[in-house]
């Protein structure tokens, strides 16, 4: 038996590597274009390492579009938003976990059925209501629409943490009086430290990468760095080496928070699933 957990053990590892190498090849491919010649992004056949390093492609991609505006309204709207969808989140989730009512069962389904939409289908009434509000190209408006899309995936997240903390807790605090704000933030919230962390990054994260909502929501004042970076593809051109090199500055930010948070995001996904 120990053999053939030993021999699973190596094939899981053999296949993580490959799997993680494979992940890896593309990402390495962009970072290696972004350091290369204009000319050399575009040859035939490419290369893979550049013959020469370059910062060509990170001198067009400031020269031509602005890259700090567009990544101060994606660090702003993303933080922001991140920020209220796991206050409200949180809150909403403990309220729903400790009802203890048969109408949680149905919130709790609700609240699936609300992660499980796709943004695109609900991405033009979203638009024609941002633009009654006189929200449109804002901050503001991005900030809503992100804690809104987000927000079901913070509860859901969250709820799988509640209903690992005994009720016993809620109920000895009650005992010595303190409300059931004070519970939530003193007691629960402490031990629910991972599932926050974990749900703050992946949620900040879903903001960051956003495409399709600040596409439509913003124009100049607004724009995020995503959809300014789109501004290279046209149906006339397609300029690679700023796309790489615009691609890489704004990848790296996540990824460094990714290897750094990775700690965090394993014991908050495996915390979860532990039943207290």
Sequence with gaps: MKKKMEIGKKIAIGLSIILTVCWLIPYIYVICCSFKPGAEVIAVPPKFFPRQ??????????????????????????????IIALILGSLAAYAIQRSGAKLSIFLVVLVLCLKMIPTSSIVVPIYELICKLGLYDTKIALIIVYAAINMPFVMWTMLSFYEGIPTTLDEAACLDGATNIQTFQKIILPICKPGL????????????????????????NAKTFTVGLAG?????????????????????????????????????????????
């Design 232 to 276: 290279f593809l046209s149906a006339y051109n397609l300029d690679l080496g700023p796309m790489c090199a615009g691609a890489f500055l704004f990848s790296f930010p996540v990824m460094a928070i990714s290897l750094a948070a990775q700690k965090y995001i394993v014991q908050g996904m495996t915390a979860g699933a532990v039943k207290g």
């Design 53 to 82: 390093l370059s910062i060509e492609n990170f001198i067009g991609l400031f020269e031509r579009t602005d890259v700090v505006g567009f990544l101060v309204n994606s660090l702003i709207t993303a933080i922001c938003s991140t």
């Design 197 to 220: 962390a974990t749900a703050f990054i992946f949620t900040l994260f879903l903001a960051w990468n956003d495409f399709l909502v600040a596409l439509l929501l913003t124009s100049t």
